[in-house]
């Protein structure tokens, strides 16, 4: 399939309703290898900036994009973002789309798309760089108005851009949306000591300030994880794991486990046996294939992690489901699915599950309660609830053997706070809560 027509394909499902991870890997087999990657890179690029290529095709389109054919539209998202986001002379992106547009819409449609594509390359120059047409530029002025800016260039919902300037300087906001908009880095973490000898096609260079992180520059991720003690994860992520801290009590339980990479970061950073909890059978599934190639002593078991099939146990770590304002680069739709009301609902679950893990710690355990989101009501308000619940739990500092922890990923309250844009990675919150009777 040409790729400029799987990305719309992968468009019009998450317009239907799918997940953009689940339709990719639906469609992506039947790309050539060597497009796929172009093929990704235009349909989650256009679902990032969505907001963004809207308001650019608002200025060169004759009627509202709400009054589109979405199919249309989507065409449309295609070719700007070639135009305007990818190094593609201006010739091929509108040539080449206009063309699979052709094919799948028939010839006036695509006549439309034609006309709105020239019009907005003309404007930006041509392929020597002269604007024939030049048009200005839709979006609000960064100072005068940062909300309408962050909304439109930067491609955030309101709801979510208000919440963090409330919280966050302006210019701390900026850099985590800037970070959200790109295509998030591959990172290979290795779960031993050693230095990565990758394959060869495979090229890794260090993630500065993570020691045990790599970034993969080239090559698919299985063909960098073959022959390595290692996972695919961002070191935000890792950086949980690192968290946990110390000797760990067994047994220990991974509670919203799925797929499982911190699984297997506890078992082979603490060389200790996990079981792995979720409630999602087909997630958890994906934990066996690693486990294996690994040879790590984890098992899976499928169970609500808010009636746990477990009576005692020394360490849990519950990476609870939330709001994942955190990875919002990383789940290309996730920023236009999420609603300020979800955030209620997935509190109240988090409560229950903390609280059902922390019924089954034994005096003396560990609960480490963690989660992607950086929303204050998912991290540090939840645990403060928690420990007014639960005057038998403690707040623990950093263990002393956490070294490879960033400092300025350490709250004052020793809460671990991975924020974006001190860090360039993804976003993590976790607490250390003792069990101290
Ligand atoms: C943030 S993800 C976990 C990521 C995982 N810890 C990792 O590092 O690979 C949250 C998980 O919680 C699971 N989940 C949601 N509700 C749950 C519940 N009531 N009990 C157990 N697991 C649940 C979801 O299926 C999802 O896999």
Redesign the pocket.
Known sequence: MNPRAAAHRILGEVRGGAFSDRAASRILPAVDTADRGLALDIAFGCLRLRARLDARIRTFADRPLSRMDGAVRDWLRIGVYQLTELRIPDHAAVGETVAAARAALGRGRAGYVNAVLRALARSRGNDSGAAADPFPDPFPDPDADPVGHLCSWGSHPEWLVRRWLARWKLPDVRRLIEQQNRPPDVVVRMLSGDDPAPPDGVELTPVRGWPRSFRLEQGLPAMALSGLTAVIQDPA?SAVVDYVGGRLAEPVL?????????TLGLAAGYGVSVVA????QR?LARLGAPAARLGLPVSAVV????RLPVAEAGTVLA????TGTGVLGRRADARWRLEQRALDDLVA?QRE?VDACAAAVRPGGLLVYST?SLEREENEEQVDAFLDRRPDYRREPPHSDGATLRSDCVTSRGDLFVRPWLTGTDGAYAARLRRIA
């Open positions: 992520a991974d509670v919203c486990a799925a797929p499982g990479t911190k909890l979720d409630v999602s997630r169970a609500d992690a808010r990476d609870v489901p939330c679950l599950i992607c």
